[in-house]
């Protein structure tokens, strides 16, 4: 279990010191740190480090971490990198172990100052033995221990946990998967990654029980030969999602200059991912899109999909949408498609896959008529819903009171629809799609809304149906991986 772990007390300190600690109260670094673990309500004992300073935020101020009585389970160095080497020989002499290197200006700079200062402290990192996430990076994030001095806010620890070489990706990333109601278990931005490796943050998460999907960040890889085999051994009882940067040209100049990691050709990294069934990703929204589908979802029977949308238009184009993403849309059987047409009028409506039932949008029994009928049919493994979302006060023919209606008769669908995924006799899964009607403010913000009440129902839902096409392709490709892998 991860509380006997030598890293158990890297996550949840009891005590934590913030070297470079500022009275200014407006400063950047370790000010801000001891700020926001303060006002998050970090239970531990705080001490903040700065020799020029008796007190900082109402708390007493130690010169050097060795000065402080009592022991410190973590320490964030957040000052010039010149002073990071002296801080980790104090870190020796007081029996530190963990440390966190907030400081950047080392290798990722490609000057050979900072190369120098890099490798020194790297020695002092061996000979210490030390426990140390960095250097230039953000560090950890855990809800559950209140250790979250970056991001936003935690709303609640979840199961979801993000190794990252950009910290950036994780500021990001905490605002927009929460948003969405998906929550962490750990972060870790490890930048330049001299003292802990990739490989350590995954031994420890593999057997930590508050982790059960596990996303990274990567630009490089220091022991691909190691990491490969790792990775394929968790991915068989924890997902693995990997969105993998600076596979472009381009990228991997700019990633030199970010962590200082040598990228790595891309045909290489198409051969990882193909030995160790990992999950690509290709941004971090595409990320918590496949997260969604493996926290909802279970494994699917096949790819043979349904899509009820509106629109031949839109019929067309989400069938090429299912197609780019390698699902099926088969014909329905005609059994199935006469008894819809019994209630469809086919004009201006097709009961053929895709779906196209304008008339039914606004009609709650019908609407569930439809759905009933088209799930059931032997040919559908899953079904994409999309559901048009938009501000139909611009429409002058729409009274309040027939707004009023219509907004209550789509919410009695989306309720439906809920119920549906969660309990449908037929056990095939269902997905949502927010398909924005209309460019305005008040249609989005309802759009984003909406989504996060069916993701919050347990309902993956989709800014598009792409996405949501796209995930499931992932989704589905990791099962079949995983298949093959056990035959």
């Known amino acids: 279990m991860t509380q006997t772990h030598e890293l158990h007390s890297m996550f949840f300190p009891k005590s934590v010191a913030i070297v470079g600690a500022s009275p200014n109260p407006v400063g950047w670094g370790g000010t801000t740190f001891l700020m926001r673990l303060r006002n998050l309500g970090f239970p531990g004992k705080l001490y903040p480090i700065n020799p020029k300073a008796d007190e900082i935020q109402g708390l007493k101020a130690y010169p050097k971490v060795s000065a402080i009585p009592g022991s410190v389970d973590l320490v964030i160095v957040a000052i010039s990198a010149p002073g990071v080497p002296q801080v980790l020989e104090d870190c020796i002499e007081a029996g530190v172990k963990n440390v966190h290197i907030f400081a950047s200006g080392f290798s990722e700079t490609g000057e050979e100052e900072g190369r120098v ?111 490969t085999p790792m990775i394929k051994e968790i991915n068989r009882h924890k997902p693995i999602i990997i969105y993998k940067g600076g596979l472009t040209e381009t990228g991997s100049r700019a990633i030199v200059s970010h962590t200082g990691s040598m990228a790595g050709e891309s045909r290489i990294w198409d051969a990882f991912f193909a030995q160790t069934g990992a999950v690509r990703a290709n941004s971090l929204e595409e990320m918590i899109d496949v997260v969604l589908a493996f926290q909802h979802l279970k494994p699917l029977k096949g790819r043979n999909t349904l899509v009820l949308g509106g629109g031949g238009g839109n019929s067309v184009a989400f069938a090429d949408a299912c197609g780019r993403q390698g699902l099926e849309i088969p014909p329905i059987s005609d059994s199935t498609r006469n008894e819809l047409n019994k209630y469809i009028r086919l004009a201006g409506n097709s009961t053929r896959n895709p779906l196209d039932v304008w008339m039914v949008q606004w009609e709650l029994e019908l609407y569930k008529f439809v759905i009933e009928q088209a799930v059931a049919d032997p040919a559908i493994d899953l079904a994409i819903v999309d559901r048009i979302v938009g501000d139909f006060d611009e429409f002058e023919e729409f009274d309040d009171d027939m707004q009023e209606e219509r907004t209550k008769k789509y919410y009695e669908i989306n309720n439906f629809l809920i119920e549906f995924a969660r309990n449908n006799p037929h056990h095939k899964p269902l997905v949502v799609t927010t398909n924005m009607y209309g460019n305005n403010a008040g249609a989005a913000g309802t759009a984003e809304r909406i989504r996060r009440e069916f993701v919050s129902a347990g309902v993956p839902a989709y800014g598009s149906l792409e996405d949501a096409a796209r995930a499931l392709d992932r989704f589905i490709k990791y099962h079949e991986f995983q298949a093959d892998d056990r035959d």
């Open 117 to 227: 200062l890099e490798r020194q402290i790297k020695e002092i990192i061996n000979r210490g033995k030390l426990n140390v996430i960095g250097p230039n990076c953000m560090g950890l994030y855990v809800p559950a221990s209140k250790l979250a001095a970056w991001g936003v806010k935690p709303a609640g620890s979840g199961s979801v946990a993000f190794l990252s070489q950009s910290g950036g990706h994780g500021e990001i990333l905490t605002a927009y998967a929460q948003g969405l109601g998906v929550y962490f278990s750990k972060l870790i931005s490890f930048g330049n990654a001299v003292g802990l490796q990739v490989a350590d943050y995954l031994e420890y998460l593999a057997q930590d029980p508050e982790t059960e999907i596990i996303t990274m960040y990567l630009e490089g890889l220091k022991d691909g030969n190691k990491l």
